[in-house]
């Protein structure tokens, strides 16, 4: 309990420009990530298409448009090398769009997986690249033994934003 604590406040703390304007789908979202780390078997680097990631939340609070407006600015001047390469690795990312971590998904299904960190990089490479591009992304995806539960709270946060 006390480990899921410090993994909630260790979240928070990384999201501190955000915290003034949580509300109840904030802590939603962090309760789905402290069972996302706490249900997982395992993670793996994978490159994924980029059409295939789908945000969990919107990005329309002050401080996140603006930093996906950085983003979207760091992120242009390289777009052709990432396009002509094929692939964006996570050296790249950090290169570009530097985080404290990877780009960081669940699988919904064979075409669709949820990004649950990483929604304003995914924002801007979305931005810039288009959803349609052929361009792999490697991120880490989290593997579980029941993947439903999580899926489904994945989808209900989407839905509280307005994704779905």
Not at 3 to 25: C, P, T
Not at 117 to 123: I, P, T
Request: with cysteine; aromatic share 6%.
């Amino acid at each position: 309990m006390i480990h899921n604590l410090r993994k909630l406040a260790d979240y928070l703390i990384g999201k501190s420009d955000e915290v003034q304007d949580l509300d109840l789908k904030d802590l939603l979202m962090a309760k789905v990530i402290l069972d996302i780390h706490r249900t997982r078997v395992r993670k793996d680097l994978v490159f994924l298409p980029l059409g295939y990631l789908k945000p969990i939340h919107a990005l329309d609070r002050p401080n996140a448009i603006r930093a996906t407006e950085a983003r979207v600015e760091a992120l242009r001047p390289h777009r052709e090398r990432f396009l002509v390469a094929g692939t964006l690795t996570c050296a790249d990312l950090s290169e570009v769009l530097p985080s404290v971590s990877w780009i960081k998904t669940v699988c919904e299904n064979d075409q669709s997986y949820l990004t649950y960190e990483g929604n304003g990089r995914l924002a801007a490479l979305h931005e810039v690249f288009g959803r349609e591009a052929d361009l792999e992304v490697e991120v880490e995806l989290y593997h579980f033994r029941r993947s439903k539960k999580i899926v489904r709270r994945l989808n209900r946060l989407r839905r509280l934003n307005g994704l779905l």
